[in-house]
């Protein structure tokens, strides 16, 4: 559990800044039954990160669908907000932040009532056609039959989440680059902070003189460059605390 002085010392943090935004990743949802990509029972150490990469779908479509379904489709959709998204929630309505950053695609900063959040990674609740790019919610895919099509050209859909090799969809990533910037405070929750373009937040948000506050049950690489204040424990524990100093 996180030393009740560095939660004082962040709920100072939180109330003076002008402009909070948080900035999470998968350590967030851990707590909400979906493992992490990294590290100890990360979902990379049990599946071959090939079946997400987007030359390998293009490819075998059937393939990485089976893995999607099963690691995605199957497991997300049981999965509920904790008390580290609803927390994040309430600061979004009491405007102690502005924003969220995320590179989680499990929707579980909406379900929790957070807006805006700008998804970096996508939203595997949505899929998009291959071919004529319609959007759809993935509840009117059948996901027993797969690859699942289009129902108006047929086409292989695809789950509207950014495959490696993909790039990152413009409006979220330049909102997400301009919140970094804007940002007096950033509060980043369960990431590693590493994978491109996302790891650049951290670093302008600090270059633009934000303060940095970040939760993770270890020490991240940011951790001794960026870190103004570390919180180590769990993101529900920690953001509990939070949000009880915040009478939330
Ligand atoms: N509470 C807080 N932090 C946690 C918890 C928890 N309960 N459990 C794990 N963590 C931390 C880990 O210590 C780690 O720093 O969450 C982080 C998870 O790191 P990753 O698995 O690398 O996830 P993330 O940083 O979100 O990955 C970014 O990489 O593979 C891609 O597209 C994928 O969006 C993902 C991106």
Known sequence: MPKTN??????????????????????????SGIPPFRGEGGL???VDPIYLEIEFFNKKPLQSWKVIKEIFYDKFSQAEPNLAHKILAKMGERGFIE??????????????GSKPVFELHGNYRQLVC?????????????????????????????????FFNEEI??????????????????????????????????????????????????????????????LCGKASDVMGEIGKKLYL
């Open 6 to 31: 560095n939660i004082e010392k962040a709920v100072k943090l939180i109330r003076k800044a002008k402009y909070g935004v948080a900035f999470t990743g998968a350590g967030i949802s851990v707590d």
């Open 44 to 46: 990379w150490s049990s």
């Open 99 to 112: 924003s969220v950053i995320t590179q989680n695609i499990d929707n579980l900063h909406q379900q929790a």
């Open 130 to 162: 291959t071919d004529c790019n319609t959007e759809y919610d993935s509840s009117f895919a059948d996901l027993n039959f797969l690859p699942p099509s289009c129902y108006i050209c047929k086409g292989i859909l695809k789950p509207d989440i950014v």
């Open 169 to 230: 969809p413009h409006f979220p990533l330049k909102r997400s680059f301009e919140e970094a910037e804007k940002c007096d405070l950033l509060l980043i929750i369960g990431t590693n902070a590493e994978v491109h373009p996302a790891n650049a937040i951290p670093v302008m948000a600090h270059k633009h003189g934000a303060k940095i506050i970040e939760i993770n049950i270890r020490e991240s690489y940011l951790t001794e460059s960026l870190t103004d204040l570390f």
